[in-house]
């Protein structure tokens, strides 16, 4: 196990709390809805309470009465006899006797005679009439129940609503340093699987969690009330219960942390593999690949198989432990009917509430371990969320007038072991071309990445339109500075769409007025259905000039004061080529521009040269005066010449 997962793993009781805190003020903005839901919860619990009760008096009054009380008022189960009617009561003063062919009933010094058939019909319609009353409750409970799940999934879904937007707005708003250190499967994850185990404690876990603790309470307190003699009978049994329950939870929620790690791995080896699938096929990688994700499954099914054997040593023992109370039940109820002391009514109650009380235990159980593995969700969401934000300016006014830019000793590091960028200090004046060459790895990139807000510098000053970019708001930056990267991203959806962005403030009309200026209408009129030509997936049904093509026209659009070009031109045919560089020469004019060389045969017009190595700027100027140095861009020049020559 990795340090990171250790040390998600350790986390306090004050941190559950801290996190039962943080969901619950994402429920707030929908108490309303989560307080019906609770209270309909309660309502059916209860309700739930009513039959083995009823069904107690069925037996204890109707099927086997012993005792009877008068009453002036006639019922469904009542006996009459003369002018007196008579109803089964366990505290009544009245006894029914049989002598011979004759039955009465008889008490106070007094015999009334009743019929076999009106005591037939009297436990007949006592029965019945519980039976109704049954079935009305279970009714009653059905549109209870059906209404409680319908408001805590509203209260679910609406949550995990607020929580996935909120979490994936927090993601688009970290700074590029971020993404190096957490790969895509894991933010993955985090927005889809954890946000639905979110989804599911407030729909499943919660709700039921809180109806079996009311349900075992009251099963409890029913029992208590109806005889303690068998409550504390079975009250040990119980108690034992509750302890293994408590050692299931303890267990599973270190197990179900494990678990979560374990297919977060799993998640984001697919998620890298999947993208990179052309490489692998390229590369005769299958097997090993093949190989290493065995070893990562085979991880998450090993810590699956120690939860499977917690719960197969858990459902048995509960399962024991229930008929042994059920037994301890009929052996000490037999003798106390035996005895007088307890109805046979009462001895199936209670083997009901028993039944009754272990469903809610195990499901209370089971919910516990669902709960750890949602609790370590959103231990990740929580820890997703509270990674800081970089700190711009909101409300700045300053605006990027022109394309100049003034970089003045910048100092740059990706991590604080080493310097990327040391010293560097630049001016490029509004509309001049220059181009940065240097070994791969001297820095080239990285001051692209600075001049669009990807990194922020760690010292130094760089200013564009006299703008220091620290103090201007990204969006202006990204107004002003665009990218046409070598590398482009497409994403699903149309071409028009991909050079829009889903900027509804550019229309279609401004996205073919820049298709004409850059005199690319052959190359839209070739696709399929021009502007609205399907783009799959990442781009893969366009060519690589076509995708490089589409990029231009989206940075066009937006009328940048800089556009930075990271060779536009590598990997086309001659004919693709030359269309893009006439579109980048409309791009370009006017416009200050910086262009990332690889190919140093492609820079030979610009203004400026700036080679950079070890990140450290080490020669400027023009093609010729560099070749005149005979320094490092002519022995670059010459070695791509060299190549190139051997090649054609």
């Known amino acids: 196990m990795g340090k990171a997962e250790k040390e998600e793993y350790n986390v306090s009781f004050l941190e559950n709390l801290k996190l039962f805190s943080w969901i619950f003020k994402h429920v707030k903005p929908y108490w309303k809805i989560l307080s019906l839901s609770i209270a309909l919860m309660m309502f059916a619990s209860f309700m739930n309470l009513i039959p083995p009760y009823l069904s107690k ?153 809180f109806k079996d603790t009311f349900l075992i309470i009251g099963i409890l307190y029913v029992l208590f009330t109806m005889n303690r003699y068998l409550f504390l009978v079975v009250l040990p049994v119980f108690l034992a219960v509750v302890l293994i329950t408590y050692l299931f939870r303890f267990f599973s929620r270190k197990i179900y942390r494990v678990i979560r790690a374990k297919l977060a791995a799993v998640n984001a080896f697919l998620a890298e593999h999947i993208s990179g699938i052309m490489v692998i096929f390229l590369f005769n990688r299958e097997i090993e690949k093949s190989r290493e994700f065995y070893k990562i499954n085979d991880n998450y099914y090993h810590s699956t198989l120690k939860m499977i054997l917690v719960n197969a040593i858990f459902r048995p023992i509960t399962s024991f432990t229930r008929y042994f109370a059920i037994t301890l039940l009929v052996w000490f109820g037999a003798h106390a009917i035996i ?21 809610p235990i195990n499901d209370m159980a089971q919910n516990f371990s669902n709960l750890q593995s949602t609790m370590v969700s959103v231990e990740r969401i929580r820890g997703l969320l509270n990674i800081p934000l970089p700190q711009r300016p909101t409300k700045s006014s300053a605006r990027i007038l022109s394309g100049e830019i003034v970089i003045d000793n910048l100092w740059f590091s990706y991590n604080s072991d080493e310097w990327t960028l040391k010293g560097i200090s630049l001016n490029v004046k509004s509309g001049e071309k220059i181009a940065i060459v240097g070994h791969t790895g001297a820095g080239k990139s990285t001051i692209s990445s600075i001049l669009t ?196």
């Open 57 to 209: 008096n069925a037996i204890n009054l109707y099927l086997y009465p012993t005792n009877y009380s008068t009453t002036q008022v006639p019922s469904q189960g009542s006996i009459r006899s003369g002018s007196t009617y008579f109803i089964p009561s366990l505290n009544g003063k009245y006894k029914l006797i049989h002598e011979g062919s004759k039955t009465f009933i008889k008490g106070e010094g007094h015999e009334y005679p009743v019929s076999a058939k009106d005591i037939k019909s009297m436990k007949i319609n006592g029965v019945v009439m519980i039976a109704i009353e049954i079935f009305i409750i279970y009714l009653i409970i059905f549109f209870a129940s059906y209404a409680q799940v319908w408001t805590s999934q509203m209260v679910a879904i609406k949550t995990v609503n607020d929580v996935r937007n909120v979490l994936f707005d927090h993601i688009l708003r970290q700074p590029m340093k971020f993404f190096d250190s957490n790969i895509s499967g894991r933010l993955v994850t985090r927005v889809t699987n954890d946000t639905q185990n979110l989804n599911d404690m407030f729909s499943k876990i919660l709700v039921s969690i």
């Open 339 to 359: 005895a007088g002391n307890v109805e046979i009514g009462t001895l199936f109650a209670f083997i009901t509430y028993i039944g009754m009380i272990f469903q």
């Open 453 to 648: 807000g990807l990194y922020d510098y760690s010292s130094g000053s760089v200013k564009i339109g006299g703008v220091e970019l620290k103090k201007c708001p990204i969006e202006e930056l990204r107004t002003k500075v665009n990218v046409v990267l070598q590398e482009v991203m497409l994403f699903s959806g149309t071409v028009l769409e991909n050079i829009t962005l889903w900027d509804k403030r550019i229309s279609r009309d401004t996205v073919l007025k820049a298709i004409h200026d850059l005199e690319l209408e052959k190359f839209v009129n070739s696709l399929p259905n021009g502007v609205d030509t399907k783009v799959r997936e990442s781009g893969t049904n366009l060519s690589t000039g076509q995708r490089q093509l589409i990029s231009i026209v989206r940075v066009f659009v937006r009328k940048p004061e800089v556009v930075i070009m990271d060779e536009a031109t590598s990997n086309v045919d001659v004919e693709t080529e030359s269309m893009i560089q006439h579109a980048i020469q409309k791009l370009t004019l006017n416009r200050t521009t910086v262009l990332i060389a690889h190919r140093l045969s492609t820079i030979r017009n610009v203004d400026r040269i700036v080679v950079i190595s070890d990140g450290e700027i080490v020669e400027e100027g023009s093609h010729e005066e560099l070749m005149k140095e005979n320094g490092i861009y002519a022995k670059l020049y010459r070695l791509q010449s060299f190549e190139e020559y051997q090649i054609s």
